[in-house]
T-cell receptor, first 112, second 110 residues
């Protein structure tokens, strides 16, 4: 089992819809969770972090964390074509020195 | 704003050459990281450093070495480049939980 798992996609949604991206992780003791967005040919950029169970909202983005189920998700409301990118889930590793473990990413395509 | 810069956006080298990839951050971060990213394989950690002159192997250190002589600079060295090291190389720096990436270097080894 991979430490951080994401569906590779592509996830295709129409413009204006809600895009739902999911991530599961294996280390039950993980405490910090992050979503990065990566456009084609560019480097990842941090868009959300979440540390506590529940929802965290930032503009059109909502991160959801359920530690009991070892599940973190990202919702994008009113999806725009400019949201088309690969979304990487990252979890802070308990072992070692403060490393992030990344999922392989989900490719999102928002079509007009 | 945190700034992480990498010495080259694109680099083409020949098999057997020694290759240096440089990374500089301007926020006095303790932790710095080198990843490579390949289609279908995601981000893989090569090496990281948590302080000057300190380094730790990541998941795929073979064929690479690193140097951190100053806090702001973390260098990745390919001792003898091979074609299977053709990849996108990403440097990152981190303070507490927030990790920032540089723009990446796309290295092609012929």
């Amino acid at each position: 089992q991979k430490e951080v798992e994401q569906n590779s996609g592509p996830l295709s949604v129409p413009e204006g819809a809600i895009a739902s991206l999911n991530c599961t992780y294996s280390d039950r003791g993980s405490q910090s969770f992050f979503w990065y967005r990566q456009y084609s040919g560019k480097s990842p950029e941090l868009i959300m972090s979440i540390y506590s169970n529940g929802d965290k909202e930032d503009g059109r983005f909502t991160a959801q964390l359920n530690k009991a189920s070892q599940y973190v998700s990202l919702l994008i409301r009113d999806s725009q074509p400019s949201d088309s990118a690969t979304y990487l889930c990252a979890v802070n590793a308990l072992r070692g020195y403060n490393k992030l473990i990344f999922g392989a990413g989900t490719r999102l395509a928002v079509h007009p | 704003d945190v700034k992480v810069t990498q010495s080259s956006r694109y680099l083409v080298k020949r098999t057997g050459e020694k290759v240096f990839l440089e990374c500089v951050q301007d926020m006095d971060h303790e932790n710095m990281f080198w990843y490579r990213q390949d289609p279908g394989l995601g981000l893989r950690l090569i090496y990281f450093s948590y302080d000057v002159k300190m380094k730790e192997k990541g998941d795929i250190p073979e064929g690479y070495s690193v140097s951190r002589e100053k806090k702001e600079r973390f260098s990745l060295i390919l001792e003898s480049a091979s074609t299977n090291q053709t990849s996108m190389y990403l440097c990152a720096s981190r303070l507490t939980d927030t990790q920032y990436f540089g723009p990446g270097t796309r290295l092609t080894v012929l």
